[in-house]
């Protein structure tokens, strides 16, 4: 047992291995394309991480553009793993969602690791869905000791979160069906819980209350997630069995990266060749301003990210699309039976999915 | 003097004919363009307005999309006159910038009123500057009495707000100084620390901390004018007059009203006809996401207009610019010497223009 790796390590193992297989299948998908920029950085604050960033550079000239041909339009596959010092304060905002947090009674603050990956991908064809994942672990440590330094420090809190959701401008309920089954195949072995639970944690999260829809058509969302009571979950073992050791909810959380690809690849590959008009990739742009809305006024990992000093401003709104649209009062969604109308009507009111 | 209109009266009266005369102006600079739309809207708690809104319909067809030639891309002039209950908490909140809100010691509240003019305009040539303003009146007052109900109700707390302020994708400084230098104008027979301490402000206001630029090259920003001591105002009348009864503060923002058209429509007749190239669009459509950003993450009106249960969200985002662009770690603007990063660099450290 000695010569097992902490977490951290294995999970920032995992997280190298799963960015290079996403990026790898997006790359095969489309061997015309350039590939995805690897771009790596380190935070001077300690830690670093990698970003692998697909756009299509822009003609300086004046020469007629060219609409390119690509399948992705843009998109970022990236990890990071960072330490350093949680004030005070930080510690006790993060205790409202995060119960085995400590007391904020330190007055220095608390050592955190963080190590999680995060990605957006957004493809060209109006057809084809924008998809969101993030997978990531949590960990606050005693400071460590002076007298003894290489002792490792001990874990006073730790959790991991995640999940992944998908944002088609056109409903395709095969695509839909398609992507929830393999999340739910991924929970299954895991506890039964987990995927119903998630599936609604997503639906509540990715709302965009001023226009009273989701984001998209929902997948899972998880927070939270250790060995202690958890808020959303039956704390009964006995009758419904859930990942509760750091090692099951890792394998948990595995399982869900793993799914990534053959969740959305297969959706990708279908819906990027399907022809389409001028008037659907005007949708597309208006649906890419909901996007915007959603994680520029909502999305609590943007908020965070945008309000800590040093963060890399870069990473945090990879997120937001190449391009969006509004227009005042479009019509465009607001004509029954028609397409924009039938994906507006399942924003409004979430379905199941398997 | 038993017959002079109250002031909501005048200030409704006055941003009406004030949009009426800067949506003609709009309309008459590019006759060949289609007209504002106009829109009338009722509120259901309470209150009335009329959008004007300038925006090119698409052609649903494929045919190839003829980019359109309009000196505006999207623009809105809308003034609203709205009035209902202001919660406890809602008076509690603003309390925090207006120092002359009563106490929220009314467990239901206290009736509000407010007009107000708000305007936002997208050229479509990257040489011609976005701009922005808005002038507005506030009032709460005492529960209207029920033994005599035609009793007008008394004015418990006013104040007026407002300004102006440019946003150019390309410096041209005589554009900046005839901005401000005609701000200048309107404000100083009303006080010689008007524009000093609201150019002041606006830069404050308008700031963009993650990007740590200001959102354009500034103008005039205000809040909480009225008779009592104002917290950027040096409050000795005797050194340094300012308008302080409701007809004196009224009076200075109808100048500044008066002042609009004058300070912006000579800049957007010049530089609507400039020649740009791709490269120069492209930087206008990064810039955009700069505006949206600003305006959905830090802009106080649009961030309480999105909380505001009942809001017309329509009205609110109406200030997004039609179409905007992210890059990922963008080159444009980092490269010394290039006009794109003569913008940044006055973006980063704001100026004195007169």
Redesign the interface.
């Given at each position: 047992m000695f010569f097992i790796n902490p977490m951290r390590v294995q999970v920032e193992e995992y997280i190298n291995t799963l960015q290079n297989s996403i990026v790898l299948s997006l790359e095969q998908l489309d061997p015309s394309a350039p590939p995805f920029k690897r771009?790596a950085w380190v935070r001077p604050e300690g830690g670093s991480g990698r970003?692998c960033?697909f756009?299509i550079p822009?003609?300086?000239?004046?020469s007629l553009?060219q609409p390119p041909t690509t399948i992705l339009e843009?998109a970022?596959v990236n990890i990071s793993i960072v330490h350093g010092i949680l004030p005070p304060a930080a510690i006790k905002q993060m205790r409202a969602d995060h119960t085995s947090m400590p007391l904020p009674d330190s007055p220095n603050g608390l050592p955190f690791f963080a190590a999680g990956l995060s990605l957006v991908i957004h493809p060209r064809n109006p057809h084809a869905p924008t998809v969101h994942a993030n997978y990531r672990y949590f960990e606050i440590t005693s400071q460590s000791s002076d007298t003894d330094a290489d002792a490792a420090p001990k874990v006073l809190a730790w959790w991991f979160g995640g999940g992944s959701d998908l944002t088609p401008s056109y409903l395709y309920q095969e695509d839909a069906s398609h992507f929830h089954k393999t999340l739910q195949s991924a929970c299954e072995s895991h506890g039964p819980q987990l995927y119903p639970t998630f599936k609604k944690w997503c639906d509540e999260y990715f709302y965009i209350?001023?226009?009273k829809e989701t984001r998209g058509i929902g997948g899972i969302f998880f927070d939270d997630l250790n060995s202690g009571v958890h808020a959303r979950l039956p704390d009964s073992q006995a009758s419904t069995p859930r990942p509760r050791s750091p090692d099951e909810i890792f394998a948990f959380v595995r399982a869900l990266g793993d799914a990534f690809v053959p969740s959305y690849i297969p959706i990708l590959r279908i819906r990027a060749k399907v022809p389409h008009?001028?008037?659907e990739r005007?949708w597309q742009?208006l649906r890419r301003?909901r996007y915007?809305?959603f994680n520029?006024?909502y999305d609590r990992g943007t908020?965070f990210g945008?309000m800590t000093p040093g963060?890399r401003?870069?990473s945090?709104?990879?997120s937001?699309?190449?391009?969006?649209?509004?227009?005042?009062?479009s019509e465009m969604g607001t004509m029954e039976g028609t397409e924009e109308e039938r994906l507006l009507s399942v924003l409004r009111e979430p379905r199941e999915w398997v």
């Open positions: 771009d970003s960033v756009a822009l003609a300086d000239d004046d553009p843009k970022g209350p001023h226009r008009t001028q008037k005007r742009l301003g915007v809305e520029l006024v908020k945008l963060a401003i870069e945090i709104l990879m937001l699309p190449e391009t969006a649209r509004w227009e005042y009062m």
